[in-house]
């Protein structure tokens, strides 16, 4: 079955970076667009970033544009997300998630197919 685990995460100072992983398994991967959502306490799921499946084009929420990227190894079968300039704001869970190429990209939680199970990001001030 479809599996994404994410990895990466930490605590950070504001002003730091972090680099989070995601590495998918049972699933034709290239043939997959790739998304990053977060999870703050009290709130809901919201949408950061995807890639599209041949990671000819990226989406970014306005909050972390010009301080995240999104990236896609179809080799390695592993999207990354690197966080830079990093706020408090920016704590949350990071969830990845992944939806066929035939599909268009959404930035609803209903859009995306196959979610990892999250990894804390914590941003001191």
């Known amino acids: 079955q479809v599996q994404l685990g994410e990895s990466g995460g930490g605590l950070v100072p504001a002003g730091g970076s972090l680099r989070l992983s995601c590495a998918a398994s049972?699933?034709?991967?290239?043939?997959?667009?790739m998304g990053w959502f977060r999870q703050a306490p009290g709130k809901e799921r919201e949408f950061v970033a995807a890639?599209?499946?041949?990671?000819?084009?990226?989406n970014y929420v306005d909050s972390v544009k010009g301080r995240f990227t999104v990236s896609k190894d179809n080799a390695k079968n592993t999207v990354y997300l690197q966080m830079n300039s990093l706020k408090p704001e920016d704590t949350a869970v990071y969830y990845c998630?992944?939806?066929?190429?035939?599909?268009?990209?959404?930035?609803?939680?209903?859009?995306?197919?196959?979610w990892g199970q999250g990894t804390q990001v914590t941003v001191s001030s």
């Open positions: 998630a992944a939806v066929q190429w035939t599909r268009t990209i959404g930035t609803e939680v209903r859009d995306w197919n196959y």
């Open positions: 049972g699933l034709t991967f290239s043939h997959y667009h």
């Open positions: 890639i599209r499946w041949n990671g000819g084009s990226t």
